[in-house]
T-cell receptor
């Protein structure tokens, strides 16, 4: 299976702290993407990192990719209560944009 | 305005009934995808659809499932004879951007409850 696995499954932090979520996957990839899902809602794309990139930033988000370890991390700095959601990594292994999602990390930011 | 609108937002059906879920993009797209998410579980790929043909499908997408683009705009997922385990959120997505650097835009989903 190409699907990723995130850890931790759940993370609870205080507002203002940083949140780090990790993702591991099994096969070679073209790119890895992170999505956010509010409870019962659709998924929203956050950031994409290509297989030849090691780090990428977007606002308070920082993503790293280590293809040798087949792992990625998502760091959210200075978290806010509005960041409370589930975060999923998704891998595109075929280049055909058929994404395979991980199990997700449920983040709770306590105000 | 969302890139993709899905209807119905929630459908309750009896086991064995046929269900059609609809997806309407706001502009013309060539790439469509269906995913499903059983409550509290991971998002699972069902099928991708490119240029009016199935591009790829997962093991979940068996003979009970079919996809169509009946009028060149709407994109539908049909489940021919629903089972209890088909209860899930079904998400339609469209692809925008360049190959290998683009992103998927998801609809808000259709919740299917099979009784």
């Amino acid at each position: 299976s190409q699907q990723g696995e995130e850890d931790p499954q759940a993370l609870s932090i205080q507002e203002g702290e940083n949140a780090t979520m990790n993702c591991s996957y099994k096969t070679s990839i073209n790119n890895l993407q992170w999505y956010r899902q509010n409870s019962g809602r659709g998924l929203v794309h956050l950031i994409l990192i290509r297989s030849n990139e090691r780090e990428k930033h977007s606002g308070r988000l920082r993503v790293t990719l280590d293809t040798s370890k087949k792992s990625s991390s998502l760091l959210i700095t200075a978290s806010r209560a509005a960041d409370t959601a589930s975060y999923f990594c998704a891998t595109d292994w075929s280049g055909a944009n058929n994404l395979f999602f991980g199990t997700g990390t449920r983040l709770t930011v306590i105000p | 305005e969302p890139e993709v609108t899905q209807t119905p937002s929630h459908q309750v059906t009896q086991m064995g009934q046929e269900v059609i879920l609809r997806c309407v993009p706001i502009s013309n797209h060539l790439y469509f995808y269906w995913y499903r998410q059983i409550l509290g579980q991971k998002v699972e790929f069902l099928v991708s659809f490119y240029n009016n043909e199935i591009s790829e499908k997962s093991e979940i997408f068996d003979d009970q499932f079919s996809v169509e683009r009946p009028d060149g705009s709407n994109f539908t997922l049909k489940i021919r004879s629903t089972k209890l385990e088909d209860s899930a959120m079904y998400f339609c997505a469209i692809f925008k951007g360049l190959i290998n650097t683009g992103e998927l835009f998801f609809g808000e989903g259709s919740r299917l409850t099979v009784l």
